[in-house]
């Protein structure tokens, strides 16, 4: 039996491979979603890629996955710089002693100043940037290593 890790992404995430290419890559959003399905195959993992560009929703998922035993790897994208509402319910995550792995495929300290705080960082099990997408096989490999420790 697998074990389902939910993979949520925020706000223009959906535009990957339109965005800015030369910061996000070239490939989309329907390819992040095989990829990060194939590697949860490989690590025994039921992996489901979601993303919204509300606020909102993501909250509501976070909640879930605290009701349903679910770990999470996020990509914040923008909230991770302003939302508490989300750094709070990612809080719960992790008070349930559930992993959550915070992604990010460029390096948000290497760009703007505004991007260099993360409100979601404090409480997350651990953060891996600027790996583009391979960043995401990363943290399913570490909530894998989490789950079996």
């Given at each position: 039996m697998s074990t389902k890790v939910i993979v949520v992404n925020g706000p223009n995430l959906g535009r990957l491979g339109v965005r800015e290419p030369d910061v996000y890559g070239h490939q989309d959003l329907e390819t992040l979603r095989r990829d990060c399905t194939e590697w949860g195959r490989e690590l025994?993992?039921?992996?489901?890629?979601?993303?919204?560009?509300?606020?909102?929703?993501?909250?509501?998922?976070?909640?879930?996955?605290?009701?349903?035993?679910?770990?999470?790897?996020?990509?914040?994208?923008?909230?991770?710089?302003?939302s508490y509402g989300l750094?709070?319910?990612?809080?719960?995550?992790?008070?349930?002693?559930?992993?959550?792995?915070?992604?990010?495929i460029s390096n948000p300290a290497s760009r703007d100043a505004f991007r260099r705080y993360s409100v979601i960082s404090p409480v997350a099990t651990g953060t891996i940037t600027g790996m583009g997408f391979y960043g995401y096989r990363l943290a399913l490999e570490s909530v894998a290593h989490l789950l079996n420790d």
């Open positions: 025994g993992l039921e992996v489901e890629v979601r993303q919204t560009d509300d606020e909102a929703e993501i909250i509501g998922w976070m909640h879930r996955a605290v009701d349903e035993q679910t770990p999470v790897v996020m990509n914040p994208a923008a909230f991770t710089h302003y750094s709070d319910a990612a809080h719960m995550v992790t008070d349930a002693g559930l992993p959550l792995m915070e992604v990010h």
